[in-house]
């Protein structure tokens, strides 16, 4: 097994396989960033460490498991793959065989020496590296400096969480929360497996460095296959090199894979994009919260992870059906929207939203049905703008384009409709784009540009 050998002769530590990209995070992860590059610089947040401080390594190996719990071929990313049994019954396993003994084998049953990794991913603290040098210090990811900023997240409500990879080992991800805790604490794993966080969107977003965005239906294990019982771990279907040239596995949308063997490595593709979730906020305590990517391998015995620090904060009243004064119902040149603000139609059957999540939502105001949206996410700055040269786009506070509406002609303004379509229009009434959409109520198709 070429790609095993690999890693084994590589320089521990120096190389990062996998970790958390949003929400900004301790180990500096970004979706600007990335996987590409094995650029892992600790950045800004360095809390008197160096910026330079290299956090590729943070991570947990020599973690087998005992006996596997997940035998279902559906959810395998590599040798599993061909050896899991028919009918996904784990009594039918081999249990000689070592592929089993992986942690992919029975997510969440592999120990951590630390729940936000360790330098190097050893037990042992003396244990040194390929060069025979001790890991930089701090050596417990627990121990790197709080993130650059904490993210607050409301109870009751979604919230968007992100990875990437450099070294894909294949297997599947669970995010977790440790609540109560103090940013300066030292929580013990058994915190944050003891509030595993549910999904909310059956989809996952493929989000490009680039501000690119494609989806595709996510494959979540629960049940029995998955410690805690009947907590949520997903596959990581962004197929494995190896998988996809012998047709085992495909992408899961177009050109949603990563770069097919760096270095002649198959199992190095260095991605240049995240995968974006969404998860529910659970109701716990108010106040610092840890939050927990966990990655476990199913062709090496090594479970990923990196922390974040969450603020858990309370609902407030509900909104109103309507702003006052009322919201209009169009955009000319020069017009902007800002997260939280709409436009809603005139009869009020129809309203389009900079969400705070970052996206641009088109809902049917009698049912609350998304009815279109952008597929924008991941920031409250991101802004809808109608410039001077009729471009219709949502941007980044840098005002790089994330979307935007394809339009030939000239655009002199925007309007929602109340039958949920959003148009753009020339000086003469003519229509140059829209989103396709209509009421849910009717059985048109939504069309997404």
């Given at each position: 097994?070429?790609?095993?050998?690999?890693?084994?002769?590589?320089?521990?530590?120096?190389?990062?396989?996998?970790?958390?990209?949003?929400?900004?995070?301790?180990?500096?992860?970004?979706?600007?960033?990335?996987?590409?590059?094995?650029?892992?610089?600790?950045?800004?947040?360095?809390?008197?460490?160096?910026?330079?401080?290299?956090?590729?390594?943070?991570?947990?190996?020599?973690?087998?498991?005992?006996?596997?719990?997940?035998?279902?071929?559906?959810?395998?990313?590599?040798?599993?793959?061909?050896?899991?049994?028919?009918?996904?019954?784990?009594?039918?396993?081999?249990?000689?065989?070592?592929?089993?003994?992986?942690?992919?084998?029975?997510?969440?049953?592999?120990?951590?020496?630390?729940?936000?990794?360790?330098?190097?991913?050893?037990?042992?603290?003396?244990?040194?590296?390929?060069?025979?040098?001790?890991?930089?210090?701090?050596?417990?990811?627990?121990?790197?400096?709080?993130?650059?900023?904490?993210?607050?997240?409301?109870?009751?409500?979604?919230?968007?969480?992100?990875?990437?990879?450099?070294?894909?080992?294949?297997?599947?991800?669970?995010?977790?929360?440790?609540?109560?805790?103090?940013?300066?604490?030292?929580?013990?794993?058994?915190?944050?497996?003891?509030?595993?966080?549910?999904?909310?969107?059956?989809?996952?977003?493929?989000?490009?460095?680039?501000?690119?965005?494609?989806?595709?239906?996510?494959?979540?294990?629960?049940?029995?296959?998955?410690?805690?019982?009947?907590?949520?771990?997903?596959?990581?279907?962004?197929?494995?090199?190896?998988?996809?040239?012998?047709?085992?596995r495909k992408e899961p949308c177009s050109g949603c894979h990563g770069k097919w063997g760096v270095d002649g490595s198959d199992i190095r593709q260095e991605w240049d994009f995240?995968?974006?979730?969404?998860?529910?906020?659970?109701?716990?305590?108010?106040?610092?919260?840890?939050?927990?990517?966990?990655?476990?391998?199913?062709?090496?015995?090594?479970?990923?992870?990196s922390c974040a620090d969450i603020e858990i904060v309370a609902a407030g009243p509900a909104p109103t059906p309507a702003p006052t004064p009322p919201s209009p119902s169009r955009?000319?040149?020069?017009?902007?929207?800002?997260?939280?603000?709409?436009?809603?139609s005139k009869s009020g059957n129809a309203w389009l939203k900079l969400q705070s999540d970052g996206n641009l939502v088109l809902r049917d105001a009698r049912t609350d049905e998304?009815?279109?949206?952008?597929?924008?996410?991941?920031?409250?700055?991101?802004?809808?703008?109608?410039?001077?040269?009729?471009?219709?786009?949502?941007?980044?506070?840098?005002?790089?384009?994330?979307?935007?509406?394809?339009?030939?002609?000239?655009?002199?303004?925007?309007?929602?409709?109340?039958?949920?379509?959003?148009?753009?229009?020339?000086?003469?009434?003519?229509?140059?784009?829209?989103?396709?959409?209509?009421?849910?109520?009717?059985?048109?198709?939504?069309?997404?540009?």
């Amino acid at each position: 097994m070429p790609s095993l050998l690999a890693v084994a002769v590589l320089p521990l530590g120096i190389a990062a396989h996998g970790r958390m990209t949003f929400p900004p995070n301790r180990v500096g992860g970004t979706l600007s960033v990335a996987g590409k590059n094995d650029n892992c610089a600790l950045g800004s947040n360095s809390g008197g460490l160096s910026t330079t401080h290299n956090t590729c390594g943070y991570q947990n190996r020599g973690t087998p498991v005992s006996s596997p719990t997940n035998c279902v071929a559906e959810f395998m990313t590599g040798n599993l793959i061909k050896t899991a049994p028919a009918n996904g019954d784990c009594s039918k396993v081999n249990t000689k065989d070592s592929a089993w003994s992986m942690p992919w084998a029975a997510p969440g049953k592999a120990k951590l020496w630390s729940p936000c990794g360790v330098n190097g991913g050893h037990e042992n603290p003396k244990t040194k590296d390929g060069h025979g040098k001790a890991y930089a210090l701090p050596r417990d990811g627990i121990d790197l400096p709080p993130s650059s900023k904490t993210t607050k997240w409301v109870i009751g409500q979604t919230a968007d969480v992100g990875f990437t990879l450099t070294k894909h080992h294949g297997g599947g991800y669970q995010w977790r929360l440790c609540p109560g805790k103090s940013a300066s604490s030292r929580p013990a794993d058994s915190c944050f497996q003891a509030n595993p966080l549910t999904f909310a969107n059956a989809n996952t977003v493929v989000h490009w460095t680039d501000g690119r965005n494609k989806s595709f239906r996510a494959k979540t294990l629960t049940g029995s296959h998955v410690t805690p019982a009947n907590s949520q771990f997903r596959m990581i279907q962004i197929p494995m090199t190896q998988q996809y040239k012998d047709g085992l596995r495909k992408e899961p949308c177009s050109g949603c894979h990563g770069k097919w063997g760096v270095d002649g490595s198959d199992i190095r593709q260095e991605w240049d994009f995240s995968l974006i979730d969404k998860v529910y906020v659970p109701n716990v305590p108010l106040g610092h919260a840890w939050l927990q990517w966990r990655w476990d391998n199913e062709q090496q015995d090594q479970v990923w992870t990196s922390c974040a620090d969450i603020e858990i904060v309370a609902a407030g009243p509900a909104p109103t059906p309507a702003p006052t004064p009322p919201s209009p119902s169009r955009m000319v040149r020069g017009d902007s929207l800002q997260s939280g603000e709409m436009l809603v139609s005139k009869s009020g059957n129809a309203w389009l939203k900079l969400q705070s999540d970052g996206n641009l939502v088109l809902r049917d105001a009698r049912t609350d049905e998304r009815v279109w949206h952008a597929g924008t996410c991941c920031s409250d700055t991101n802004y809808l703008n109608f410039d001077s040269n009729g471009i219709l786009a949502v941007r980044a506070d840098n005002k790089s384009r994330l979307w935007f509406a394809a339009v030939h002609g000239t655009p002199v303004r925007a309007e929602l409709q109340d039958d949920c379509n959003f148009v753009i229009r020339d000086a003469s009434g003519a229509s140059l784009w829209s989103t396709g959409s209509s009421c849910s109520h009717s059985q048109s198709n939504v069309v997404s540009v």
